[in-house]
């Protein structure tokens, strides 16, 4: 989507570990945005990260057009039921139908054998594992680490939008979930008991909490207990920036 970053970077880098030939794609997608302000507001500086590009060694950028990918007469959609229901889905409406419709034709164009996302946007990338095992793709869907600056923020190309407070008192999204963590390390498996222990965190500045929940890792059921096979999800709004976030608790 645009305003390259040391994570998409290191997904760049992660695919040139995988493959002889790396292509990325820079498409601000419109049919993932539900609020016409945020698409406007949304960072789309091609020139700095086309040089990231370079920098990277990607061998192909694929930049199209919102008029070449959705042309006159456009009426094809992909949808997911149940993964795309919850946590993001209920929050933004139609949001992973345009991910998933706009996915299908990246996939299409570029033939691709592997496919690199971040773990930052999981609940996404479980969506586009469902989606190749749905359809047939002959590809392998690798999910690298969440990249993260010195104080723990997730790095994401909203984050540029944050004033200096607001970035701090977005740091306590992390702040929250390794706490969570450290209490599941420690034996807590009560899902309710972890949710609080973020809710309190995040809660010192009146961050606005999105949602916080503790789901299967394949499905994204919500679980009352927490297991080596569950994760942490979360989303807040800081001065108007949606942020998300995760852990892997196993």
């Not at 086309?50 to 959609?77: S, W």
């Not at 680490?145 to 997730?154: E, K």
């Not at 407070?165 to 209490?183: C, F, I, S, V, Y």
Request: hydrophobic share 40%.
């Amino acid at each position: 989507m645009g305003a390259l970053h040391r994570g998409h970077t290191s997904l760049f880098d992660a695919a040139h570990r995988d493959s002889a030939f790396v292509v990325a794609s820079i498409f601000v997608n419109p049919l993932q945005f539900s609020e016409p302000s945020d698409l406007l507001a949304y960072p789309a500086p091609l020139e700095s990260d086309l040089e990231l590009c370079r920098l990277h060694e990607v061998d192909a950028v694929y930049t199209p057009t919102a008029r070449a990918m959705y042309p006159t007469g456009f009426a094809t959609t992909v949808h997911i039921d149940g993964l795309t229901d919850k946590l993001e889905g209920q929050s933004r409406p139609g949001h992973f139908d345009g991910v998933t419709t706009v996915v299908t034709k990246l996939f299409n164009a570029c033939r691709p054998d592997i496919a690199i996302f971040g773990q930052k946007d999981f609940q996404q990338a479980a969506v586009i594992r469902r989606l190749i095992t749905d359809l047939d793709f002959p590809l392998e869907i690798v999910v690298a680490p969440t990249c993260r600056d010195d104080d723990g923020l997730a790095l994401s190309s909203r984050n540029i939008r944050l004033t200096p407070e607001a970035r701090t008192r977005a740091t306590k999204l992390w702040r929250g979930l390794t706490a969570a963590k450290e209490q599941f390390d420690s034996g807590e498996r009560h899902s309710e008991q972890l949710i609080e222990t973020i809710r309190i965190i995040c809660s010192i500045d009146g961050m606005e909490l999105d949602y916080v929940e503790v789901a299967d890792t394949e499905t994204l059921e919500v679980k009352p207990l927490a297991d080596e096979r569950s994760v942490i999800l979360l989303a807040a709004v800081v001065d108007g920036v949606r942020l998300i976030d995760n852990v892997l608790l196993g």
